[in-house]
């Protein structure tokens, strides 16, 4: 008989007998780089010569004694690295100059790599199929509703989807004067109230309802202003939508803002002849004369003329300045920085004086720096509050700066000069980290438009009426991965306390879950097929991985495979789960038919499947399977079919479905085929009629598929109660809860939108429900309340979300939960390569494979619970995705009867740790009704607010205290102070001795039942009787 061993690849880290200086990883990286100081000091007192002008020379060997002597850490195999990495020449000695040489340039080559780390990569320079025949005036995103806009001259808007694709184009009209007498200069958004704002060269502002069901409602039309409009810019408060501000600057350098107070309600004041005609589609004529009356009430006027008839080539509202910011191409009052007042009538004026001025500028308000585009080739950074000097300059450009952007998240700016050469720089060092020549057609008289969307990664530049787009490249590979290729599945060992991983690599890790380290790996698990599931036993001794070359193989944690379970299929099969019962394993995934393997074939290396008594039901293949004790079984096909089977018989009662449930007939009382591949013909038998009903129903697209099911093994008395014990969830984001009892769907929700396919899992108490969808996003449910009893109409309300973060950057592709040192843990693996581990309440991430290890057992455990809310106890054991052996069918010696064979010596001597009790916080629901509560009473104990730079503070009177009465003790200590005659004790008789009180000598079997002591017996006589015809059997084959 032949055994396979898989490629056994153990990590090597720390030893405990080397020392490491304080506070250093385990692998910190090369040696040179963790050198200190105090360690280069001790170095090079090694290589000093008590004669001058000499230096000394050391050999590979002297090298490493001396090292490690002085040092004083490190092993020698580091030191004979570092050897031959500085004997570049091979001449068998190195002396102090080699060595900082090598030193310096490792650190320098450090450097660079840290600086490249952080600097964008671009994709190639794109031009989008715009239809634009003008120059193009203005690119803005809509977050609400994930669309860009783009406008030209001629007033033709370009509405794109977020994928970019061009979706439509509507020109935009003004009724003062024709089409092509008509420029447009200026578009802004105004994400508050879901209209954008349009300025004409006609002297109007036109305001336009994106909600509108007529084809781009012109709401409002501002006329009457003095000059044309030529850059605009909207604000509106976060906190409280309604404060929001639109600001414009003419060609007359004049500056002007309108302030709005209920913007929610409305922009402007209706006028009462509107009112009268009553017709809600009609514009509204809003005439600038009537807004410098203050007739309308809503709105507030600021203005200044301080660029003396320049045009104001930009201006913007900053609130963290509370100032208006606007710039000309002029050297006088180049820049204006218009500070509110606290009346917030009037303007205070601050300007700066740029040689040659600036064609456009941007602030940072982490920074507090305003860069600037300069006309002479510089970028210039400003502190807002110094207008002599600026405070850095950057070199570089050859040519005008015209627009200047900064990347706020990295502290970075981008700078694009008129020889369309684009720019980023490191404000921190004031250094050019990356130079982009753009190729656009040559040409004497053009114009630049500058947009960086930041959170795309997405950067429009615009050339006439060319749009081009430079799209930063995904930066999944800066990030920390845990495996050289994508995550395919992450299981929980609770006894040994470890995580163990797979990818498509086929390779197998395993992770110690309280510190993060990587502990093993097996490589090469089944060749260079991609393992696409695993599962563990219910002692957790064995570990089984599914592959996609057609094999289930059972290890050791050794590394040593025991068995081979040979699926029977030709080329690829995707196995999407296997399921470990008591007497059976069943591997599903790439057919209608389940896949079982029997207990008495594992007295053999190579094991092949035997037949599902219960023949096919399933119309499509079947993704994911459950297990109840002590006999259901359910499995999810693509469909979105879910059929209820007894695993004793293995015959199916009924079929699940969001749309329909219909009833099976036995095998027994139904003849039926069984049906091995995908092609067969051999359907599930049904009445005429339900299948009628299901072929008009069946979902070709996969948004009813189910990927994964769970029993709410918890709910012991849902059959009284009728409530659900079953929860699926799959395509289209949705999750469903159901009675398998009565054959019910109870409750339906979305829990992710437009994502396509989800997962899940739930933790032991069947408290949390943890999902995850194919954009790297969780979300953590409270279902301990939903669905407990039976209801008469389907539920759609979605439980209470407590929170959602996104720990990944691809697709989640398994998740299980675990408690661990008091804290209930959710594990989740991904395709971009990593394993993350999150609390369930704390915003905490850490990702396996990271350099600093983390210390779960020293975290702070969660909060407990107020007395006065409801108490939910969470216990160690976690609920894995993948089902194991399950305790409950195990019988007293489960090791003999597992069909995975018996416990391995080497796994006994972990110790198993008992399980820790914790405390979650106050019911989430709870708490922010107590939240809201308190918020209420603090706001009516609000009795002033300042108007000052402390506005924002809040100013309540101080409770008067009430009179304390002075405790007793203190008014008469005599009375509880003083002290007592000691009274005499009578002396203690001693027990007698044991000898001299027993009567009979003790036995244990008197302490039980004589049928309890007949059956444990008979029982032992019975396997003795069993493993002796065993042995004889064994030894006639042998023969």
């Known amino acids: 008989m032949s055994y396979q061993n898989a490629a056994l690849e153990f990590h090597v880290g720390w030893k405990p007998g080397s020392e490491r200086p304080a506070g250093e990883d385990n692998a910190a990286g090369p040696l040179e780089e963790r050198f200190t100081v105090g360690d280069f000091v001790k170095i090079q007192s090694a290589f000093e010569s008590p004669e001058p002008r000499q230096t000394i020379s050391m ?179 976060p906190l409280d939508a309604n404060e929001s501000i639109l600001s414009f600057g003419d060609i007359t350098g004049k500056v002007q803002a309108i302030s709005f107070t209920t913007a929610l309600i409305s922009l402007f004041e209706r006028p009462a002849s509107a009112c009268e005609d009553g017709d809600a589609t009609a514009t509204m004529i809003i005439n600038w004369a009537e807004l410098l009356s203050g007739y309308h009430k809503c709105c507030l006027l600021l203005e200044h003329k301080l660029h003396h008839r320049d045009w104001v080539r930009q201006v913007t509202y900053n609130a963290s300045l509370d100032a208006i910011i606007s710039s000309t191409t002029s050297n006088i009052n180049t820049m204006v920085l218009a500070w509110r007042e606290k009346s917030k009538k009037h303007l205070k004026m601050t300007s700066f004086n740029i040689v040659q001025g600036i064609h456009a500028f941007d602030y940072h308000s982490q920074l507090n720096l305003i860069a600037t585009a300069g006309i002479n080739n510089k970028v210039c950074l400003w502190n807002p509050y110094v207008a002599s000097k600026p405070v850095g300059v950057l070199w570089g450009h050859s040519a005008s700066v015209i627009a200047v952007q900064f990347f706020a998240d990295r502290k970075q700016l981008f700078s694009f000069s008129k020889d369309k050469v684009l720019r980023l720089w490191d404000i921190q060092h004031q250094l050019s980290i990356q130079r982009i020549a753009c190729s656009f057609p040559k040409s004497q008289d053009f114009r630049c438009l500058f947009h960086f969307d930041e959170a795309h990664g997405r950067l429009f530049i615009s050339f006439n009426n060319q749009l081009a787009l430079l799209e930063m490249k995904s930066e999944a590979g800066k990030r920390v991965k845990s495996h050289e290729k994508a995550v395919t599945c992450v299981l929980y060992a609770s006894i040994l306390k470890q995580v163990i991983s797979s990818d498509i690599g086929s390779t197998v890790s ?141 015959n199916a009662h009924c079929v699940l479905h969001p749309d329909y449930q219909r009833l099976l007939k036995s095998k027994l009382e139904l003849p039926m085929s069984v049906s091995a591949g995908r092609g067969s013909s051999t359907t ?140 209930l843990l959710i594990i989740s693996s991904s395709a971009d390569c990593s394993i993350s581990l999150s609390d369930i309440c704390s915003a905490s991430i850490w990702i396996f494979g990271q350099a600093k290890h983390w210390q779960i057992e020293n975290g702070v455990s969660l909060p407990k619970r107020n007395a006065n809310f409801v108490e939910n106890e969470i216990q160690e054991e976690c609920v894995r995705a993948m089902p194991i052996f399950s305790k409950e069918e195990s019988c007293l010696d489960a090791a003999e009867h597992s069909p995975l064979g018996e416990k391995s010596k080497e796994d006994l001597i972990y110790n198993v740790i008992p ?71 009578p002396p203690i008789p001693e027990p007698p001795s044991l000898s001299d009180t027993l009567k009979a000598v003790f036995v244990e079997k008197n302490l039980f039942p004589k049928e309890i002591l007949d059956r444990e017996r008979r029982a032992k006589q019975l396997c003795q009787e069993t493993s002796s015809e065993a042995k004889t059997k064994r030894n006639k084959k042998q023969l």
């Not at 019962?581 to 190579?606: H, P």
Request: net charge negative; charged share 25%.
């Open 915 to 985: 399980s820790e009790d914790i405390h979650l916080d106050m019911n989430y629901k709870e708490r922010t009704v107590h939240k809201k509560k308190t918020h209420k009473l603090y706001n009516a104990e609000v009795i002033q607010k300042s108007s000052s730079a402390f506005r924002l503070l809040s100013i309540r009177a101080l409770k008067k205290l009430p009179e304390v009465n002075k405790p007793a003790f203190l008014l008469d200590p005599e009375r509880y102070f003083r002290e007592e005659p000691e009274e005499e004790c």
């Open 59 to 237: 050999s590979r060997e002297e090298f490493v004694l001396r090292m490690t002597d002085i040092v004083g850490w490190g092993m020698k195999e580091e030191y004979q690295e570092l050897f031959d990495k500085v004997d570049v020449t091979q001449d068998g000695f190195i002396n102090w100059d080699k060595l900082t040489s090598f030193i310096l340039l490792a650190l320098y080559e450090k450097d660079e790599r840290a600086r490249a780390a952080v600097v964008p990569q671009w994709k190639n320079l794109e031009f989008l199929p715009a239809k634009h025949k003008d120059t193009i005036q203005k690119v803005i995103f809509l977050k609400s509703s994930s669309h860009y806009l783009t406008i030209s001259k001629e007033g033709l808007l370009g509405i794109w989807g977020e994928n970019l694709k061009l979706q439509e184009t509507l020109p935009i009209t003004s009724d003062a004067t024709k089409l092509k007498h008509l420029w447009v200069t200026s578009l802004v958004s105004l994400e508050n109230v879901n209209k954008i704002a349009v300025a004409f060269t006609c002297k109007e502002i036109c305001f336009y309802d994106l909600l509108s069901k007529e084809e781009f409602l012109c709401q409002y039309k501002l006329q009457g202003l003095k000059a044309t409009p030529i850059c605009m810019d909207y604000w509106y408060d």
């Open 510 to 650: 395993f992770w110690m879950i309280d510190t993060g380290q990587k502990i093993k790996q097996f490589t090469g698990c089944h060749g260079n097929a991609e393992i696409s599931t695993m599962a563990l036993d219910a002692n957790e001794t064995r570990l089984l991985t599914g592959s996609t070359d057609g094999n289930v193989k059972v290890w050791d944690f050794n590394g040593y495979c025991h068995h081979t379970l040979n699926i029977g299929q030709e080329g690829a099969v995707d196995i999407s789960q296997i399921l470990v019962l008591k007497k059976t394993i069943l591997v599903i995934g790439w057919e209608r038919a389940i896949t079982v393997f029997r207990s008495q074939s594992f007295n053999q290396f190579f094991i092949h499947p035997e037949e599902w008594k219960g023949g096919v039901q399933h119309y499509d293949d079947i993704l994911c399977a459950a297990f109840l004790p002590p006999q259901t079984l359910v499995t999810g096909s693509y469909d979105g079919e879910i059929v209820v089977w007894n695993n004793s018989t293995e």
């Open 684 to 823: 599930p038998r049904a009445d005429q009629a339900t299948l009628e009903v299901r072929s008009s129903e069946i979902d070709t697209e996969g948004g009813n598929a189910v990927l994964r099911l769970c029993f709410l093994e918890a709910r012991k008395d849902t059959a009284a109660t009728g409530g659900a014990n079953l929860v699926s969830c799959g395509g289209s984001g949705y999750v469903r809860f159901w009675d398998t009892i009565k054959k019910e769907l109870l409750a339906e929700f979305l829990a992710h939108s437009g994502v396509g396919s989800i997962i899940m899992s739930t933790d032991k108490l069947n408290q949390y429900l943890v999902t995850g969808d194919i954009n790297g996003w969780l979300k953590i449910w409270n279902i301990e309340e939903y669905c407990l009893d039976s209801i008469k109409s389907k539920v759609t309300q979605p439980p209470t979300l407590i929170r959602s973060f996104q720990p990944h950057e691809d697709r989640i592709s398994s998740l299980e939960m675990c408690e661990l040192g008091g804290r």
